[in-house]
T-cell receptor
């Protein structure tokens, strides 16, 4: 069974530029999560989708971050414009739903200069 | 407020020695708990999870964890550490009453293994 796929793996941009990350969850998983993991910290949930609807985006900085999950499968997370403090690893996870185990992708490491 | 604390930021053990990583939580609801491991440049891999029932749970790679409600703890243990266990370990907690599956993660414990 293929795992959660993410791209790109690494991205370096300058502040005020925009960037987008892509996630392809495990086939059949209804729930998709985006986490931000700052160096030295645990992952923090940014947004959670159930199929193509948003369940929780309470910690998403909506003035600069946006995410979508069209057709309830792939998802993209965008930052526009980026700030220095957005430097982090962005992890995508998926689960069959509810309180089932979340399976994580390898992450996208973002450096904002 | 809901929180998860991993008191040890960094732990060093000798190969073959026993290991215990601590996790304490503060949660208003009945929790369910996970331990994940993250190797450098990798995503998080599930080690084990507790939902209900037997409070001692077995996981992969010889790890086990014990849920102690009275102490609000879910410590991870391994009787004999291997060099390949060097990684970062995260404890995560969710609310059993919630349908969303939202997890709160601790800040992680980095394990170094000495030869």
């Amino acid at each position: 069974e293929a795992g959660v796929a993410q791209s790109p793996r690494y991205k370096i941009i300058e502040k005020r530029q925009s960037v987008a990350f892509w996630c392809n969850p495990i086939s059949g998983h209804a729930t998709l999560y985006w986490y931000q993991q700052i160096l030295g910290q645990g992952p923090k949930l940014l947004i959670q989708f159930q199929n193509n609807g948003v369940v929780d985006d309470s910690q998403l900085p909506k003035d600069r971050f946006s995410a979508e999950r069209l057709k309830g499968v792939d998802s993209t997370l965008k930052i526009q414009p980026a700030k220095l403090e957005d430097s982090a690893v962005y992890l995508c996870a998926s689960s069959p739903g509810g309180k089932e185990t979340q399976y994580f992708g390898p992450g996208t490491r973002l450096l904002v200069l | 407020a809901q929180s998860v604390t991993q008191p040890d930021i960094h732990i060093t053990v000798s190969e073959g020695a026993s290991l215990e990583l601590r996790c304490n939580y503060s949660y208003g609801a009945t929790p369910y708990l996970f331990w994940y491991v993250q190797s450098p440049g990798q995503g998080l891999q599930l080690l084990l999870k507790y939902f209900s029932g037997d409070t001692l749970v077995q996981g992969i790679k010889g790890f086990e964890a014990e849920f102690k409600r009275s102490q609000s703890s879910f410590n991870l243990r391994k009787p004999s550490v291997h060099w390949s266990d060097a990684a970062e370990y995260f404890c995560a907690v969710g609310a059993r009453s919630s349908n969303t599956g939202k997890l709160i993660f601790g800040q992680g414990t980095t394990l170094q293994v000495k030869p």
